[in-house]
């Protein structure tokens, strides 16, 4: 059962465009999510998370955003650039806990020129 | 660079084998968690030990083991591999276990079982 669910596996934006990558869950005790990045051959890293007690969190480019009734979140990058040309994986976890770590499947993003 | 090692990089073996896969967590880290990508497919937790002991358990076949040791790197043991076994073994580690935001993960070792 995929509790965390990214269905777009792959996405195209353009260069300076904004890029939208969705995310999908279904355990309602998961109350804190991240997105993680991802470049060929390495592991992925950490970009930016959020507790379910806000509905944004920003970090420069990168912005999140959790919808808790639709138990949905984004991850909208402005404006992308090449180099944000990635798989994007997002994950869920219910703090306090000793829970794992939930990855949806990924989301290839294109930047293009 | 995340500051986690991960050997070997790539490997190539047959079905029936086994493998060991190793992981250095960073400096500092005393929990290493160990995740398994296959094609198409998230990461999928499998194991994870905080200062030797093992922490939290997820989809970790019987055929699989693991163990961290004293100076904290840590193995992943697969044997009896099968086709399906072959995917990225990625290795993160943490400060300390209830800090899951924090994983730092190492560049994976790519295992393929023909």
């Known amino acids: 059962d995929q509790q965390v669910k990214q269905n777009s596996p792959s996405l195209s934006v353009q260069e300076g465009r904004i890029s939208i990558l969705n995310c999908d869950y279904t355990?309602?005790?998961?109350?804190?999510f991240l997105w993680y990045k991802k470049y060929p051959a390495e592991g992925p890293t950490f970009l930016i998370s959020i507790s379910s007690i806000k509905d944004k969190n920003e970090d420069g480019r990168f912005t999140v955003f959790l919808n808790k009734s639709a138990k949905h979140l984004s991850l909208h990058i402005v404006p992308s650039q090449p180099g944000d040309s990635a798989v994007y994986f997002c994950?869920?976890?219910?703090?306090?806990?000793?829970?794992?770590?939930?990855f949806g499947t990924g989301t290839r993003l294109q930047v293009t020129l | 660079d995340s500051g986690v090692t991960q050997t070997p990089k790539h490997l190539i073996t047959a079905t029936g084998q086994r493998v060991t896969l190793r992981c250095s967590p960073r400096?500092?880290?005393?929990?290493v968690y160990w995740y398994q990508q296959s094609l198409d497919q998230g990461l999928q937790f499998l194991i994870q030990y905080y200062n030797g002991e093992e922490r939290a358990k997820g989809n970790i076949l019987e055929r699989f083991s693991a163990q961290q040791f004293p100076d904290l790197h840590s193995e992943l043991n697969l044997s009896s591999l099968e086709l399906g076994d072959s995917a990225l073994y990625f290795c993160?580690?943490?400060?300390?276990?209830?800090?899951?935001?924090?994983?730092?993960f190492g560049p994976g070792t790519r295992l393929l079982v023909l």
């Open positions: 993160a580690s943490s400060v300390d276990w209830q800090r899951q935001e924090t994983q730092y």
């Open positions: 994950a869920a976890w219910t703090t306090g806990t000793a829970s794992k770590l939930t």
């Open positions: 355990n309602s005790m998961f109350d804190y």
């Open positions: 400096s500092g880290d005393l929990s």
